[in-house]
């Protein structure tokens, strides 16, 4: 098994961080035309990184659907919806625009398989591993497509290591590979660098860790998933701060604050750069990696706007 044999291979996803791109609805004669500029507006926000924006876009396009009625527009538009809280954190949100996706799909006669699938990525990163497990074993996995099955066993192979059952995580991972085209997309290789990388933690192959998790950022990088591209780096300045390399893991955790930063997230930033103060610096003072976290702190301390107290 090329993952957990030989670690990284050469060609190197909400699944816990990678969510699924939002699919808004495809263009159809009978579309509401403000409809159609929302969703596209929506999708254009969310690639730029501007998940919240996203969001309202989103809501604002629900809120049309539902006035016209429009089941098939209704299922895909809640979905993206949900794809979007979910990136952004927002699970419970993300979970109740999945019931709404779930129902619409099911009355214009859609398929349920990609809502059910973020349903069961939502369960486990909530911590229901039970509710996670059923609803991967209520899919049909003869009716999926090969890109809907590798997501399966990539939920799988997490779910069990939530359970502490590696050897069975190791299974549905090298299921999951076996069924890769030839020339994965980034994203694709994001989500099992994602799995591996939890995988080799769990083992305590920290090196190995880390290794994936600055591969899933790289590839989070190529797709153009920003957001998620920084939780990688957090995540991986995390392997590297249990091994205790600081220098190694201050640079994750400026680069993934800076993109935070960027993408308009201070409070997401300030959070990963409060993880330097428990860092032992000794030696690292002067070093270039502090100055810039030092620098980035200042910047975004300055840019928080403090509310005029009222008399």
């Known amino acids: 098994m090329k993952w957990i044999g030989l670690g990284i291979v050469a060609a190197g996803m909400m699944l816990g961080c990678a969510?699924?791109?939002?699919?808004?609805?495809?263009?159809?004669?009978?579309?509401?035309?403000m409809i159609a500029q929302w969703t596209a507006n929506a999708q254009q926000a969310y690639d730029r990184g501007t998940i919240a924006q996203a969001v309202t876009l989103?809501?604002?396009?629900?809120?049309?659907?539902?006035?016209?009625?429009?089941?098939?527009?209704?299922?895909?538009?809640?979905?993206?919806?949900?794809?979007?809280?979910?990136?952004?954190?927002?699970?419970?949100?993300?979970?109740?625009s999945l019931m709404t996706a779930e129902r619409a799909l099911k009355r214009s006669g859609s398929s349920t398989a990609e809502a059910v699938l973020l349903d069961a990525s939502l369960a486990r990163r909530l911590g229901d591993m039970d509710t996670a497990a059923d609803l991967l074993g209520s899919l049909p996995f003869r009716d999926l497509s090969v890109?809907?099955?590798?997501?399966?066993?990539?939920?799988?192979?997490?779910?069990?290591?939530?359970?502490?059952?590696?050897?069975?995580?190791?299974?549905?991972?090298?299921?999951?590979?076996?069924?890769?085209?030839k020339k994965p997309a980034p994203l694709e290789l994001a989500r099992l660098h994602e799995v591996a990388g939890r995988l080799y933690t769990l083992s305590n192959r920290l090196p190995l860790a880390a290794d994936h998790y600055d591969q899933?950022?790289?590839?989070?990088?190529?797709?153009g998933r920003y957001r998620e591209m920084a939780d990688a780096l957090n995540?991986?300045?995390d392997v590297w701060m249990q091994m205790n390399k600081v220098e190694q893991a201050g640079d994750r955790y400026y680069r993934a604050a800076r993109s935070f930063m960027a993408q308009g997230d201070?409070?997401?930033?300030?959070?990963?750069?409060?993880k330097v103060v428990s860092l032992d610096r000794e030696g690292l003072e002067d070093s270039d990696v502090m100055r810039e976290i030092a620098s980035l702190f200042e910047e975004i301390k300055n840019g928080i706007a403090v509310p005029t107290p009222v008399e």
């Open 266 to 274: 201070s409070i997401a930033a300030l959070q990963v750069i409060d």
């Open 58 to 96: 989103y809501q604002m396009a629900l809120e049309r659907a539902t006035m016209a009625d429009d089941s098939a527009a209704i299922g895909q538009i809640a979905y993206a919806l949900a794809t979007c809280e979910a990136t952004l954190g927002n699970l419970e949100q993300a979970r109740a």
């Open 19 to 33: 969510t699924r791109q939002p699919n808004p609805p495809p263009a159809r004669p009978e579309t509401d035309p």
């Open 216 to 223: 899933q950022a790289l590839m989070l990088r190529k797709a």
């Open 147 to 181: 890109d809907q099955n590798v997501q399966a066993n990539l939920l799988r192979a997490l779910v069990a290591c939530d359970r502490n059952q590696l050897s069975e995580a190791e299974g549905y991972l090298a299921a999951a590979e076996s069924l890769l085209p």
């Open 235 to 237: 995540r991986s300045g």
